[in-house]
């Protein structure tokens, strides 16, 4: 437990050991974090995961609630509302407060169908001394998710929005040191490109409607990880710039290869990039965290991938990171495109038709029979194309 603003609490879940959260790899585990308003009347801000149920209950022991007025549901998703049932049944007079897709949403994952108030943007729900307002956000990143507002305490709370998957008992940004904020500002990253991204045009209207709305804050307080108290305005640039697609003057090269005549080729490119001077990072596929890759992908402009081809395919770990990255929608990208074959070459041209579908700016791509040595400045010439493109101060998109 512990008190954010004088009778706001934090009553949430820290879960020290998942690793992996539908897929996304959580190496340094999360929390599910819930919170409690008390005013004249009482409310809780979702719960927490289906199995965590003690750990909030116990805090609301400490708190000695006996009764609670509202149950605000800003997410209906499992790690957000696993205990609904749980908190329904201990205080069978509490009132659910969502909006219509969460309502719909409880019936339909969770066959709840309880007492409930229905509330869309600028609602206002008064609890005495302390009034909460909604905020509807959907698709960051369900249809039903929302955020809801303590007024008198400035405070956001921001469901999935700026939270990161981050385990600690340090509960705000200003408990950490400056390398072990630097780690938890690219976990956040790293749930934007894999959770947000995709949704980066509803990201740009929310924004857009906090800043319309003149809402000021003294915390931001998200569903997982740690509270944003110090660095509100920086945890909101970054937001701004994301979901504008103002990405760093960097490349990402990510690769796999069968008999290393796709990996021996990248020396070449990186020739050419380093006589711009790019910086750029290489990532073997086939022991890389997907995740992590993506993250560094969505905060790059440039992308170079290489593949063999394998049965007329591409090699399956680049189809699988192909795939994914398809999936998030990354914009605003410069690209290359390189791999070797024996008999067929279809590779490189399948990863450059990906990326015409994400209208990202192709420059060049290169394939190669066997060895690379009769393309070598074909490959160097990729590398400096990609990096003379990144380079320049493009600012199309932002």
């Given at each position: 437990?512990?008190?954010?603003?004088?009778?706001?609490?934090?009553?949430?879940?820290?879960?020290?050991?998942?690793?992996?959260?539908?897929?996304?790899?959580?190496?340094?585990?999360?929390?599910?974090?819930?919170?409690?308003?008390?005013?004249?009347?009482?409310?809780?801000?979702?719960?927490?995961?289906?199995?965590?149920?003690?750990?909030?209950?116990?805090?609301?022991?400490?708190?000695?609630?006996?009764?609670?007025?509202?149950?605000?549901?800003?997410?209906?998703?499992?790690?957000?509302?696993?205990?609904?049932?749980?908190?329904?049944?201990?205080?069978?007079?509490?009132?659910?407060?969502?909006?219509?897709?969460?309502?719909?949403?409880?019936?339909?994952?969770?066959?709840?169908?309880?007492?409930?108030?229905?509330?869309?943007?600028?609602?206002?729900?008064?609890?005495?001394?302390?009034?909460?307002?909604?905020?509807?956000?959907?698709?960051?990143?369900?249809?039903?998710?929302?955020?809801?507002?303590?007024?008198?305490?400035?405070?956001?709370?921001?469901?999935?929005?700026?939270?990161?998957?981050?385990?600690?008992?340090?509960?705000?940004?200003?408990?950490?040191?400056?390398?072990?904020?630097?780690?938890?500002?690219f976990e956040t990253?790293?749930?934007?490109?894999?959770?947000?991204?995709?949704?980066?045009?509803?990201?740009?209207?929310?924004?857009?409607?906090?800043?319309?709305?003149?809402?000021?804050?003294?915390?931001?307080?998200?569903?997982?990880?740690?509270?944003?108290?110090?660095?509100?305005?920086?945890?909101?640039?970054?937001?701004?710039?994301?979901?504008?697609?103002?990405?760093?003057?960097?490349?990402?090269?990510?690769?796999?290869?069968?008999?290393n005549h796709t990996?021996?080729?990248?020396?070449?490119?990186?020739?050419?990039?380093?006589?711009?001077?790019?910086?750029?990072?290489?990532?073997?596929?086939?022991?890389?965290?997907?995740?992590?890759?993506?993250?560094?992908?969505?905060l790059s402009k440039?992308?170079?991938?290489?593949?063999?081809?394998?049965?007329?395919?591409?090699?399956?770990?680049?189809?699988?990171?192909?795939?994914?990255?398809?999936?998030?929608?990354?914009?605003?990208?410069?690209?290359?495109?390189?791999?070797?074959?024996?008999?067929?070459?279809?590779?490189?041209?399948?990863?450059?038709?990906?990326?015409?579908?994400?209208?990202?700016?192709?420059?060049?791509?290169?394939?190669?029979?066997?060895?690379?040595?009769?393309?070598?400045?074909?490959?160097?010439?990729?590398?400096?194309?990609?990096?003379?493109?990144?380079?320049?101060?493009?600012?199309?998109?932002?």
């Amino acid at each position: 437990m512990e008190e954010i603003k004088p009778n706001v609490f934090w009553v949430g879940a820290i879960d020290w050991n998942i690793r992996d959260f539908h897929g996304y790899e959580t190496r340094f585990g999360t929390t599910y974090n819930s919170y409690l308003v008390k005013g004249e009347k009482v409310a809780l801000i979702d719960t927490v995961k289906h199995g965590f149920e003690d750990e909030l209950l116990e805090k609301l022991d400490e708190l000695n609630v006996k009764d609670l007025d509202y149950l605000i549901v800003n997410h209906i998703e499992m790690d957000h509302a696993g205990c609904v049932d749980v908190i329904v049944e201990r205080y069978p007079k509490v009132k659910i407060v969502t909006n219509i897709r969460g309502k719909n949403g409880l019936k339909d994952a969770y066959n709840i169908d309880h007492d409930t108030i229905i509330v869309k943007t600028g609602d206002k729900l008064n609890l005495g001394n302390k009034t909460l307002m909604f905020i509807e956000t959907p698709l960051i990143h369900w249809p039903d998710s929302m955020m809801t507002y303590v007024v008198e305490d400035k405070l956001l709370i921001s469901n999935d929005a700026f939270g990161m998957h981050y385990a600690s008992e340090r509960r705000y940004d200003d408990e950490f040191n400056d390398e072990e904020i630097g780690r938890i500002f690219f976990e956040t990253a790293k749930y934007y490109a894999n959770i947000i991204l995709l949704y980066s045009d509803r990201v740009r209207k929310v924004l857009k409607e906090i800043k319309d709305m003149g809402l000021e804050f003294d915390a931001i307080c998200p569903s997982h990880g740690i509270i944003w108290r110090k660095r509100v305005n920086e945890i909101l640039s970054h937001y701004s710039k994301w979901s504008n697609g103002e990405w760093e003057n960097r490349i990402v090269i990510a690769y796999d290869s069968m008999w290393n005549h796709t990996e021996r080729a990248i020396h070449e490119i990186t020739k050419g990039i380093e006589e711009i001077g790019v910086p750029f990072s290489i990532y073997k596929l086939r022991v890389s965290d997907l995740t992590e890759v993506m993250t560094e992908v969505m905060l790059s402009k440039g992308l170079i991938v290489g593949s063999p081809t394998l049965n007329r395919e591409i090699f399956p770990s680049v189809a699988a990171f192909l795939t994914y990255m398809k999936g998030l929608k990354p914009f605003n990208k410069i690209a290359g495109a390189f791999g070797s074959y024996g008999w067929s070459g279809e590779a490189v041209e399948k990863i450059v038709n990906v990326f015409n579908q994400l209208k990202f700016d192709v420059v060049k791509s290169v394939r190669f029979k066997f060895s690379y040595e009769k393309v070598k400045e074909d490959l160097r010439n990729l590398g400096i194309l990609v990096a003379e493109k990144v380079a320049m101060n493009n600012d199309e998109g932002q």
